[in-house]
């Protein structure tokens, strides 16, 4: 069994290497070791989102079975999105689980979670603090992925993006570890007072 | 074998159950009442051989393996053999077609006749038309183990996403490592179509082990698909009961003697239908602490405070102390829980309720449950302590036995009365159920008034029974028939048919 998944990895990672998307920087494969069972993945944040310009790295496990059962995919780099948990980078999306199909590759999953932050199901939620806002405060759930994208995945910041950092910093400076901070913030919607009473309770 | 010769299993409750005397209709004096109640004495419902109409009667078969297989090779053969039009269905895909419709022929047949080919884009074995028409290059190559392979060894379902024949076979192996078997889809992408049995056997011929536990599973997905199959539910048991007409009525297992429901499978519950009882349970479990407080194995006398143990299941109960007797349920006098005027079993909403405010809905709906449960888990633990006597009767009559004061059989209506009493309580247990989610009208009026009849003569034959060597044998038997009554009333007018 073993055989067939690392012969088809083998495969797979030529055409992932050799494929269109990857001249464009869309997505990107590197090896972890040499039994082809741990594999990091990159995507980039695709543009009009509030994730363009960020790379988001991706800890993806083989199982023995593949390409028969799904790969096991989760985020490394912390996203702040409905179907992702903001916590354990924990992916909820249908081909991963019971809409997997053996004729997948690793391309079709990089491909489909690229389209996943383009499009969020917030109604299939993973992160339930996130879904909610995500569905009733739009434009605060925005500005809050973008902040965490800035944060954790080197997309590029603007002058207008000070106002949450300052938020982070000063909680910072009352020595609440940093990404705690904005976790809370982010939580409860940039208010100074609740997030702080959250990081203390 | 054709089912008639199966192992007939039941048909209706004990034939002892029939001859019931005229006399225990007298008491329906409550005038409000007899405008609903349809049934003397005289005129309770008779079939066509003059039989009385007996409420459980349920036909049913028990089968093994080798009999339910041929159950469903005789219903695929039924179909394939009735569709004579093309396309011709073969057997294989009769199952397919079988299982998608829980196996209702008449629906397979029907929806045939108005469109087959639409038909066999539902159950996934063509796939849509849409979808058909793209003609696509043969690969070069197996999309599975990206390895180039030549034509002739590249394998598909009517899809045509070919695959090679070593990938099929990985993969079902994988499939049937998990469990599934009748729902294997082709490999490719978002295509839905299933693979059939045929397949799988062409497919799986030089893996025999894999092939033996596919066949398993597939089985199992058929009894479990079929709506005139359930498997047992007892522990290991492999028996399978087969109902005509697959209603919520009980069956009882002769390998293993578990009783259940046959339509859910969970205990038997009328006059409680099955979405009923299984709301039920559902709410017992999520409000289980809420409800806790209430199980108390003793209480205070109502009169003289004395604390006093439960431990029988009757709930007419008799202080030790003042001779004060009372009802366990309600601590009212007993007096007023004559078959007349019992009221212990009827919730009394309050009229106003839509008026008052939220919370104090929340707490009068709240009030309502507990009421239910408390009466449905008090019926639970008498049950209970009623196996206790009759473990006790049994005893006491085997010592009358030694020591010469008759036989077995002279004695053997005080163990029949204990089953009745047994038969009777678990009847009453599942109203409550059933009269949570009643609504109210002159239905849930009769309900609640032929429910606290039953109740009333539950209680008195309990009484009797804990008391039966001072007990009359005339009075007990007599007694016993006018609760059995009580109980098929109820259930005649009040399980669904
Ligand atoms: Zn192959
Ligand atoms: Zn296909
Ligand atoms: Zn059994
Ligand atoms: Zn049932
Ligand atoms: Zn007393
Ligand atoms: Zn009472």
Redesign the pocket.
């Known amino acids: 069994m073993a055989n067939i998944a690392v012969a088809r990895i083998k495969r797979e990672f030529r055409e992932v290497v050799k494929s269109e998307e990857a001249a464009k920087c869309n997505i990107r494969v590197e090896l972890i070791d040499d039994n082809f069972t741990e594999l990091r993945g990159e995507i980039a944040g695709p543009p009009e989102t509030p994730y363009e310009g960020g790379k988001f790295l991706l800890e993806i496990k083989i199982p023995e079975t593949y390409p028969f059962n799904p790969p096991k995919v989760k985020f490394m780099t912390k996203i702040w999105h409905p179907n992702i948990s903001s916590v354990t980078g924990a992916i909820c999306l249908d081909i991963l689980k019971d809409q997997w199909a053996a004729a997948m590759t690793l391309r079709t999953v990089l491909l489909s979670l690229q389209a996943l932050l383009s499009a969020a199901e917030p109604d299939d939620p993973q992160d339930a603090v996130v879904a909610k806002q995500y569905k009733e405060n739009r434009h605060l759930w925005e500005k809050t992925a973008r902040h965490w994208a800035q944060e954790y995945a080197e997309a590029p910041k603007s002058k207008k993006d000070d106002e949450f950092y300052d938020k982070v910093s000063q909680l910072a400076e009352m020595g609440f570890d940093r990404h705690k901070a904005l976790t809370a913030l982010s939580a409860h919607e940039w208010n100074m007072e609740r997030a702080t009473q959250d990081l203390i309770s | 074998m054709s089912e008639a010769d199966a192992d007939m299993a039941s048909q209706g409750s004990d034939p002892d159950d029939e001859g019931l005397s005229d006399s225990s209709y007298q008491d329906y004096s409550d005038e409000d009442i007899n405008d609903y109640y349809n049934y003397g004495p005289d005129d309770m419902e008779q079939d066509d051989r003059g039989q009385i109409f007996d409420p459980e009667a349920f036909e049913y078969f028990l089968f093994n393996k080798e009999e339910a297989c041929q159950f469903l090779d005789e219903r695929v053969a039924e179909l394939t053999q009735t569709i004579q039009f093309s396309p011709q269905v073969s057997h294989t895909i009769g199952k397919v077609l079988l299982q998608a419709h829980q196996w209702v022929l008449t629906e397979v047949m029907e929806r045939f006749r108005e469109d087959s080919v639409q038909l066999m884009v539902d159950c996934r074995i063509l796939p849509p038309p849409s979808r058909a028409k793209q003609v696509e290059p043969p690969p070069k190559q197996c999309p599975v183990c990206l390895q180039a392979q030549e034509e002739k060894d590249l394998l598909s379902l009517a899809c045509n996403h070919k695959f090679c024949t070593d990938c099929w076979q990985r993969y079902f192996q994988v499939q049937v490592e998990d469990g599934v078997a009748t729902g294997v889809e082709c490999m490719w992408s978002d295509c839905r179509l299933i693979t059939t049995e045929d397949f799988a056997l062409s497919i799986l011929k030089n893996s025999p082990v894999t092939l033996r536990r596919y066949q398993q599973f597939a089985f199992n997905d058929y009894i479990k698909g079929h709506y005139q199959l359930r498997w047992c539910p007892g522990p290991d048991c492999d028996v399978i009961y087969m109902a005509p007409q697959p209603l919520?009525r009980k069956v009882q297992c002769k390998k293993c003697k578990t009783c259940c429901?046959?339509?859910?499978?969970?205990d038997?519950?009328v006059p409680a239908?099955?979405p009923t009882?299984e709301s039920w349970l559902r709410k017992c479990a999520d409000d289980s602490e809420t409800a806790n407080y209430i199980s108390a194995h003793t209480k205070d006398c109502p009169k003289c405070n004395i604390c006093i143990e439960k431990n029988g299941g009757c709930n007419h109960m008799q202080c030790f102390q003042c001779r004060y007797d009372f009802c366990w349920m309600c601590l009212g006098d007993w007096k007023t829980h004559g078959s007349e005027y019992y009221e212990c079993s009827r919730y009394k909403e309050n009229p106003n309720i839509a008026n008052e405010s939220a919370q104090a809905q929340a707490r009068e709906a709240l009030k309502k449950y507990l009421f239910y449960f408390e009466r449905w888990e008090n019926h639970q633990k008498s049950l209970k302590l009623e196996e206790q006597t009759f473990q006790r009767i049994q005893h006491r009559i085997k010592e009358k036995v030694m020591n010469n004061m008759g036989t077995w059989i002279d004695w053997q209506y005080l163990l029949d009365a204990a089953n009745l009493l047994h038969k009777c309580r678990y009847t009453l247990e599942y109203t409550y159920p059933y009269a949570y989610y009643q609504e109210g009208g002159p239905r849930k009026k009769l309900f609640e008034y032929q429910q606290a009849q039953l109740e009333a003569e539950i209680e008195n034959l309990s009484w009797k029974i804990e008391r039966a060597e001072q007990t009359d044998r005339g009075d007990l038997e007599n007694q016993m028939d006018i609760t059995e009554k009580r109980r098929l009333t109820l259930l005649r007018d009040f399980s669904e048919s």
């Not at chain 2, 429901?261 to 969970?266: G, P, S």
């Open positions: 919520g429901c046959f339509r859910c499978l969970k038997y519950h239908d099955c009882i």
